[in-house]
């Protein structure tokens, strides 16, 4: 469960949407041509393949079917967030959002309910919606499961005091755990300044003191008011039959009533702003920022995607006038710009990120000139074509992908219509340089803005927001375009698999494993792995290799860095670079049409890197203020203290050695352009390396292509693979201070000797999933989260190397520093009771029926597949593999996955790294307690 963050991209994946209560039905001539029966689902829109139906009792109903996904996705979207709270309720409509997940008396164990079938749910809460999800392997049982919970919990989940007393301290940690970032309670500040009248100036997780003392009486109120059918969109998206759907939806949701009430509607309008407004935060922490927003209309306003525009053009990195006015100038290391496009009139943000040593007045300065004037350089058709480019971009990925759709919906319906998505995407397209310019005089001026002090002014210059539109007017008799070609039905099975890949090896030594199959969209993944050196040879080189590979996307000989990103947009594309100093590891997601050109790009990158002086300076400032941001931060402290205790056996300079934070630093400030330069001409090439692809391409076509871009490229220094060695670290226990931080971080665990061809690594497989995985449904989970309060995230994590006897048992945690004893025994004792007496029959069945559906999902994501499959190829294995793994994994007992436990865990050998801010809780808790405290 989780909110949606408060600052939100300007692309599309907008996410930062508003909702409509029963937004008035669209025109019946906009309805497909089926009639439907009285008292049934009613046909109301069709747009691009996307249906929507109403039944009688006011549900909105979204139908996206798509055959090419194993999986189907239900969301429900319920149009109620924190805009609707009153006072006292600040942070009720997210605390309602985790009890949902308490249970009703059909389902009295949803975590439970939900594992077992595989699925992979989640709720989020936002300024005026909150919603519901759960992607589960496509099966007309598991839709029907799906449908008969969330209409079940829709009017009869507990909301009971009993949950809410463990609940509200969960969410009370997550709180908490949001205060310890400066930068993001800065945003928080500035919004609460911003808006003085209207909900949308309160976080959505609301106060401290509003979710310790809500009454229970109020969250079952406010569940009775706003969960209802008649103010909620249920969409279905995946494979499924859509007939059947329809019957399902009308014998699940079709039975429930609305109340005799109807819903009720807010009214707030926050008034033109009159003057500048100013924010200061005084915290700790390591970098300084600025933050700037302005009022614009609501998300359906037309002016919203001239909106959009501007903000990628401001915002871009590396191409947008902030990021060349701030950061090519080493006035501010990272600078941005964000939208929030809403129900009623939202924000257009700013941001910008100081180091020490940078002025803070000569940032605010420039920013503000950049953004207040920017409508007195008018905007070049190449930057509207670019932002434009780049935002289309994300809309059509999103839209190839049936599951993001299914959630990405959730925000347009709360706007007011799940059809404004496809009607703002036609708006994206038509906006000119003259509207991007025209936007920003309207709405970036100085009486607009909040950030900076209050001067009287003789002639207020306020920007008037035009009226509100009329949304079904303009929506009437929408039809969108044609629909997306669809793929076909796969079947991720590991023998399905296997009769389909191709596997080969090129001449020049590069292996190559192929899965063709038609996908929605004509999408394909491909995965490419390069490995180089040894271990003398590597020995001191790690920042230099680090470096190497960061630099690759920041221009080649021929292209910039700016020069890259528009291509890839231009392409459809994404890529991802991520290398160290033993090899480098390729994403790339595009189009059938696409790959080749996009495979000449990356070989580009790969063989060409331009290593420009000036891309150098600036990579080196935003890593430098990255590190110096998180250097107080309890889970980066935690972590590398962790990863130092546990990892101790390699001297420094080794390939794996563990630094400190100030040693990574150091290591930034002092690793040279040339030294990453002859990394990358001593050690690249592709004589060891492997290539996996999955989707829709022509596999002759392809190796063909990979031969002639890396078949001839040798790496100039010798191979051998660099060895993992196991560390026998005894039990350590670290305390880490971090001062004036909500939050501490928690991380205990235990060296393995193993590799993943144990016969033992099925059975610990099933006992972490049942000891620290599912969904909130583990031994973890159900006592420190659900039970005991102490933690809004806790698990454990159990991984086996597939090359040498080397792994590691590891269990984590976030939780109010005065808890920490608490926390720390609770955990000790789970594992000791899970050591010595095991787990239930029920919990091992319910498991491995969970965890075998949780991997044959997994197989169904191209990406990930393909990144399987590259690895493999590296392993020398097959998905043999793991039909060998699941079949030895199905008959375990109780009693071998205990001994396997037994065997290898021990709470006597755990390492425990705590951090947070234990010395000032000790105060608070020493603090004497007033004689007549407030009630």
């Known amino acids: 469960m989780r909110r949606v963050p408060l600052s939100l991209f300007a692309a599309l994946l907008l996410t930062a949407a508003p909702a409509l209560a029963q937004a008035p039905a669209p025109s019946p001539k906009a309805a497909p041509a089926a009639k439907a029966k009285a008292g049934t689902l009613a046909p109301v829109a069709s747009v691009e393949g996307i249906n929507e139906y109403r039944l009688p009792n006011g549900l909105r109903v979204v139908l996206f079917p798509d055959p090419t996904k194993p999986t189907v996705t239900v969301n429900v979207t319920y149009f109620v967030g924190s805009k609707h709270e009153g006072y006292g309720e600040a942070g009720m409509a997210h605390l309602l959002e985790h009890l949902m997940f308490k249970g009703t008396p059909k389902t009295t164990n949803v975590p439970q309910a939900l594992t077992e079938r595989g699925a992979r749910p989640n709720g989020t809460t936002w300024l005026d919606r909150t919603n519901y999800f759960e992607t589960l392997p496509a099966s007309d049982a598991n839709l029907n499961w799906a449908l008969s919970f969330e209409a079940d919990r829709m009017v009869n989940s507990f909301i009971a005091k009993k949950d809410l007393d463990s609940e509200m301290t969960v969410v009370r940690n997550e709180l908490e755990r949001g205060e310890n970032d400066p930068h993001s309670v800065l945003e928080r500040r500035v919004m609460s300044a911003a808006y003085l009248f209207h909900n949308y100036g309160k976080p959505t997780i609301g106060t401290k003191a509003d979710l310790e003392n809500v009454p229970i009486e109020r969250l079952q109120a406010f569940y009775r008011k706003y969960y209802r059918p008649d103010n909620a969109m249920l969409v279905v998206a995946g494979r499924f039959e859509e007939a059947r759907a329809l019957q399902l939806i009308q014998d699940t949701f079709g039975k429930l009533k609305p109340p005799a009430q109807p819903v009720p509607r807010t009214y707030t309008e926050e008034p033109t702003q009159d003057g500048e407004r100013q924010v200061t935060l005084r915290r700790v922490g390591e970098t300084g920022a600025l933050v700037a927003v302005y009022h614009v209309p609501e998300g359906a306003h037309p002016d919203f995607a001239a909106i959009d525009v501007l903000t990628e053009a401001l915002g871009d990195n590396p191409s947008g006038r902030l990021y060349k006015a701030l950061v090519e100038t080493k006035k501010a290391a990272r600078a941005s710009a964000s939208n929030m496009q809403l129900q009623d009139p939202g924000v257009l943000t700013f941001n910008a990120q100081i180091r020490e040593g940078q002025s803070v007045g000569a940032a605010r300065a420039v920013l503000i000139k950049t953004v207040e004037e920017a409508a007195r350089t008018p ?50 397209e038509a906006v000119t340089p003259e509207d991007v310019t025209r936007v920003a005089a309207t709405y970036l001026k100085t009486s607009n803005r909040t950030l900076g002090e209050f001067i009287p002014t003789a002639k207020p210059d306020r920007a008037e927001l035009p009226p509100r539109v009329d949304i079904a007017a303009m929506l009437q008799g929408y039809k969108g375009r044609a629909a997306v070609a669809q793929g076909e039905a796969f079947d991720p099975s590991p023998a399905n698999i296997e009769a389909r890949v191709q596997r080969s090896q090129l001449p020049g030594g590069m292996k190559l494993a192929l899965l063709s199959k038609k996908t929605r969209g004509e999408m394909v993944s491909v995965a490419l792995n390069l490995r180089w050196g040894t271990e003398q040879t590597l020995m001191g080189k790690t920042d230099a290799a680090r470096t190497a590979a960061s630099m690759l996307m920041r221009g080649t000989k021929t292209k910039t860095r700016e020069q890259i990103r528009d291509l890839l947009d231009k392409l459809k ?354 603090a004497p307690v007033p004689a007549n405290p407030s009630p």
């Open 379 to 428: 905007f070049t058709a190449e930057e509207v074509n670019r932002a434009k480019t780049s935002l289309l971009k994300q809309l059509e990925l999103i839209l190839n992908d049936s599951e993001r759709s299914a959630i990405i919906l959730s925000e347009w319906g709360a706007l007011g219509d799940w059809r404004l998505m496809f009607l703002h995407r036609d708006r994206i």
């Open 573 to 926: 594309a994404r890529v991802g670079v991520d290398g160290g100093p033993t090899g480098t590891s390729i994403s790339i997601e595009t189009t059938r049409q696409n790959l080749p050109e996009v495979l000449k790009l990356v070989a580009e990158v790969l063989r060409e890197p331009a290593f420009d002086p000036k891309e150098f300076s600036l990579l080196q400032q935003e890593r430098l203020a990255s590190l110096e941001k998180a250097r107080s931060e309890p889970d980066t402290l935690g972590s590398y203290a962790f990863r130092r205790a546990m990892g101790s056996q390699y001297p420094k300079g080794h390939p794996y050695y563990a630094p400190t934070v100030e040693e990574d630093m150091e290591s930034l400030k002092t690793v040279t352009l040339e030294q990453a330069r002859a990394f990358h001409q001593g050690f690249y090439g592709a004589s060891q390396g492997e290539l996996a692809a999955v989707g829709d391409f022509d596999p002759k076509q392809l190796a063909t292509q990979v031969g002639e871009l890396f078949g001839g490229w040798k790496s100039p220094a010798p191979y051998a693979r660099v060895p993992q060695t196991f560390n026998d670290v005894g039990a350590q226990a670290k305390a880490l201070e971090t001062p004036d931080k909500a939050n501490a971080f928690f991380l205990a665990g235990q060296n393995l000797q193993l590799k993943d061809d144990n016969p033992d690594w099925p059975a610990l497989m099933l006992s972490n999933f049942m000891f620290g995985g599912g969904f909130l449904n583990s031994r973890l989970a159900t006592r420190i989260r659900q039970k005991d309060g102490l933690s809004y995230g806790v698990g454990s994590g159990l991984n086996a190397s597939a090359m040498d006897p080397v792994g590691s048992f590891m269990a984590y945690a976030i939780y109010a520093p005065q808890n920490a004893t608490k926390l720390e025994a609770a955990l000790r004792e789970e594992l000791n009771r899970a050591v010595e007496k095991g787990f239930t029959p029920e919990e091992l069945e319910k498991a491995r029926a969970g965890l075998l559906e949780y991997r044959q999902t997994g197989r169904a994501q191209d990406g990930g597949l393909a990144r399987t499959l590259a690895s493999y190829l590296f392993y020398g294995r097959t998905l043999d593999f793991d039909a060998a793994l699941e079949q030895r994994m199905a008959k375990l007992t109780n009693e071998d996955v205990r001994q396997a436990l037994a065997r290898y865990v021990d709470a006597k050998k755990l390492t425990v790294v705590k951090a947070g801010d234990f010395a000032g809780a000790a105060k608070k808790e020493k």
